[in-house]
């Protein structure tokens, strides 16, 4: 993809957050320039407060959060270089859609009234409706817009796709493919729609509980993990290496395991590749297995 860049977009190191009775667990993670970074996981995994501790929306009890190399999250010249769009939308309900640039524009810099107008014709956002009266869609679009016209190094992006329609799923896609054909571009954006991930992302963190149980390229993540299923008797050798086992009512087991492991299963065993789904779903089961009863 072009010219290398050595520095990465995010280096979170040893973060913890405790939020009520949730807590991010010493969270050491980089997110390297030029990627497009999928983060995944059950709900109250912690995508979201993670999310937040890179925006610098919230500060961590231990640990720290860099971007671009050196700033802090909190720095308005790293805020003037990462796009945002949330849950929901920041502009005042009663504003007219076509109006908030106007009105937001001069948080930064390298604001360009022009594209953001631009994204809005092109993204079918109905300019002289009220921010109150657009849809999730268009709400989403208009996010999108703002995050994207003044030109950011780095979009966050909190469950974009949420309650979208196939086809703004596709507009937003393809908005995102667009912006990081410029290879000093980066993308972080969390789901629950795992299936985005091989439409979207390069990379992918798998979170659970409060930690990260898996980092690294989407690819490797389906070549590193395989499904096994098969009848009882589970071979017991095998169980320190199983994430997740799952024993069924008529004694047939299911688990995930790394495809190096795969040779402790004998020929009555079926073994896939494992999806990103089951990753998410093997860790999850494996950490409500370790809480105390």
């Known amino acids: 993809m072009g010219t290398t860049l050595t520095r990465d977009a995010i280096v979170a190191s040893g973060l913890r957050k405790g939020r009520g009775g949730f807590a991010l667990q010493d969270i050491d993670l980089r997110i390297p320039t030029g990627s497009v970074t ?8 912690g995508k979201t407060t ?8 919230v500060q961590p009890d231990a640990g ?36 908030v640039g106007r009105r937001t524009g001069g948080l930064y810099r390298q604001w360009d009234e022009t594209l953001f107008q631009q994204l809005l014709t092109r993204f079918g956002v109905p300019t002289g409706n009220r921010v109150d009266a657009l849809s999730r869609g268009q709400s989403v679009k208009l996010s999108v817009a703002t995050a994207l016209a003044h030109h950011p190094d780095l979009l966050v992006l909190d469950e974009p796709t949420s309650g979208l329609d196939p086809v703004a799923r596709r507009d937003l896609a393809d908005v995102l493919r667009q912006f990081v054909i410029d290879p000093a571009h980066s993308v972080l954006f969390s789901t629950h729609i795992t299936a985005e991930l091989d439409d979207l992302a390069d990379h992918v963190v798998v979170m659970n509980a ?17 499904v ?3 009848p009882a008797p589970f071979p017991e050798v095998a169980r320190p290496s199983t994430i997740g086992l799952q024993t069924g009512g008529a004694g047939g087991y299911q688990g995930l395991v790394r495809a190096a ?29 370790e809480q105390p009863r």
């Not at 999928?38 to 995994?45: D, M, W, Y």
């Not at 930690?211 to 590193?224: F, I, M, P």
């Open 38 to 45: 999928g983060l995944v996981g059950p709900n109250g995994a």
């Open 50 to 57: 993670l999310i937040k501790s890179v925006l610098g929306l």
């Open 64 to 99: 720290s959060v860099t971007l671009f190399g050196d700033e802090r999250p909190d720095h308005p010249s790293a805020r003037d270089r990462i796009g945002v769009v949330l849950d929901h939308t920041t502009a005042a309900p009663e504003w007219r859609a076509g109006s």
């Open 210 to 226: 409060g930690r990260v149980a898996w980092s690294g390229l989407l690819d490797d993540l389906h070549d590193e993990f395989a």
């Open 228 to 230: 096994v299923r098969g």
């Open 261 to 289: 492991d795969t040779a402790w299963f004998g020929p009555e065993t079926v073994i896939d590749p494992a999806t990103t789904d089951d990753v998410v779903v093997h860790f999850a089961e494996q950490m409500r297995q």
